[in-house]
């Protein structure tokens, strides 16, 4: 199985700061059909997750411009460039190119 | 507007069987890739089963040859059939479309004496 490992795990963060958060794949999750597909969530306390990003850097409708996604290979990062208070939560960055598709552990993310 | 909404869940002793339903709305269940994602209590994110726009279906190691994903196009519903239940299988089970983009609020299973 891909293992998806994050880091930190737990991240305190000032109101306006920028946060970042990283998610290494134990293979490459480039697929045969060119794409990486690499997610990346945010779950709310007491809510189901809402995807964020996908295929790496691509954004979902609605979500604000703050959040972004970078990467390749088996090297990811989530970038918040300034955090607001409805940011807290846990994020998980999630593989399927490859069966069985795999999260990572999740970071929560609090406000200091 | 897509929507998905679990049903099923429930308390259930170790050895049991439940099916977990999901009505979808707004998507056409069978044109799309969609999958159970389940949560144990204080836990990350397992994704259990998928099935593919050709009916292609996967399972993970922990539940295969227990749990069995289907759908039923004349209802736009995808269900999940749980066989032989665990403690361990103990969580809140989601459903989702495609690579995540969509998921139901969840249905709680809870297997214990």
């Known amino acids: 199985d891909v293992v998806m490992t994050q880091s930190p795990l737990s991240l305190p963060v000032t109101l306006g700061q920028p946060a970042s958060i990283s998610c290494r794949s134990s293979q490459s999750l480039v697929s045969g059909d060119g794409n990486t597909y690499l997610n990346w969530f945010q779950q709310r306390p007491g809510q189901s997750p809402g995807r964020l990003i996908y295929?790496?850097?691509n954004r979902d409708s609605g979500v604000p411009d703050r959040f972004s996604g970078s990467g390749s290979g088996t090297d990811f990062t989530l970038e918040i460039s300034r955090v607001e208070a409805e940011d807290v939560g846990i994020y998980y960055c999630m593989q399927h190119t490859h069966w069985p598709w795999t999260f990572g552990q999740g970071t929560r993310v609090e406000i200091e | 507007e897509v929507q998905l909404v679990e049903t099923g869940g429930g308390l259930i002793q170790p050895g049991g069987s439940l099916r977990l339903s999901c009505a979808a709305s707004?998507?056409?269940?069978?044109?799309?890739?969609m999958g159970w994602v389940r949560q144990a209590p204080g836990k990350g994110l397992e994704c259990v089963s998928v099935?593919?726009?050709?009916?292609?279906?996967f399972y993970a190691d922990s539940v295969k040859g227990r749990f069995t994903v289907s759908r039923d196009s004349s209802k736009n519903t995808l269900y999940l059939q749980m066989n032989s239940l665990r403690a361990e299988d103990t969580a809140v089970f989601h459903c989702?479309?495609?690579?995540?983009?969509?998921w139901g609020q969840g249905t709680l299973v809870t297997v214990s004496s």
């Open positions: 099935i593919t726009s050709s009916g292609s279906t």
């Open positions: 989702f479309l495609g690579g995540g983009r969509y």
């Open positions: 707004g998507i056409t269940v069978s044109d799309n890739y």
């Open positions: 295929k790496v850097s």
